[in-house]
T-cell receptor, first 113, second 111 residues
Framework: GENVEQHPSTLSVQEGDSAVIKCTYSDSASNYFPWYKQELGKRPQLIIDIRSNVGEKKDQRIAVTLNKTAKHFSLHITETQPEDSAVYFC????????????FGSGTRLSIRP | DVKVTQSSRYLVKRTGEKVFLECVQDMDHENMFWYRQDPGLGLRLIYFSYDVKMKEKGDIPEGYSVSREKKERFSLILESASTNQTSMYLCASLRGPDEQFFGPGTRLTVL
């Protein structure tokens, strides 16, 4: 069945350094790839997304890249700050607006001061 | 702004009890979802609903049922709670074509 694998499960980086989280998906029909950030005790919130007709998207310190051939996509956070500490989930979905969405297992990102 | 609320933040129930988790959204969205979140497993879809009285099974529907009698309310039902259903339960509503907007979550403990 459809699957999304996410790595690493935990990531610790020095404040100011970059962080990269990678995901692979199994269904080549996937056409929408959101990233959610969940701070401790709070709900997951969408931080950036990319569609299958785009290879890269950037929003300030956050960027996402998509390689459709290899079926993987990555989240890049530059100049990390303490408030970036959270659990990040990638996801892949396909089909209509009522389609299923499959989430990765999450990455706990810690920023060291 | 979209508001998705869940009936309880924390809930403690005993094995065998019937449990109702309620989710309400105030933006007239058609699509609503129930997930459970467990460490190392991410968010797993239990059920989703794309209209009143319409529902579809997600990846892990066993032991759960749902009810969508009104557009704004999507209920998750545990007919006979078991300890392996101890988890964080997240409701979501579809904002825009694809973005899921999540509720605050209900942490359920089954003793």
């Amino acid at each position: 069945g459809e699957n999304v694998e996410q790595h690493p499960s935990t990531l610790s980086v020095q404040e100011g350094d970059s962080a990269v989280i990678k995901c692979t998906y199994s269904d080549s029909a996937s056409n929408y790839f959101p990233w959610y950030k969940q701070e401790l005790g709070k709900r997951p919130q969408l931080i950036i997304d990319i569609r299958s007709n785009v290879g890269e998207k950037k929003d300030q310190r956050i960027a996402v890249t998509l390689n459709k051939t290899a079926k993987h996509f990555s989240l890049h956070i530059t100049e990390t700050q303490p408030e970036d500490s959270a659990v990040y989930f990638c996801a892949a979905s396909w089909g209509s607006s009522a389609s299923k969405i499959i989430f990765g297992s999450g990455t706990r990102l810690s920023i060291r001061p | 702004d979209v508001k998705v609320t869940q009936s309880s933040r924390y809930l403690v129930k005993r094995t065998g009890e019937k449990v109702f988790l309620e989710c309400v959204q105030d933006m007239d969205h058609e699509n609503m979802f129930w997930y459970r979140q467990d460490p190392g497993l991410g968010l797993r879809l239990i059920y989703f609903s794309y209209d009143v009285k319409m529902k579809e099974k997600g990846d892990i529907p066993e032991g759960y049922s749902v009810s969508r009698e009104k557009k704004e309310r999507f209920s998750l039902i545990l007919e006979s709670a078991s300890t392996n259903q101890t988890s964080m339960y997240l409701c979501a509503s579809l904002r825009g074509p694809d973005e899921q907007f999540f509720g605050p979550g209900t942490r359920l403990t089954v003793l």
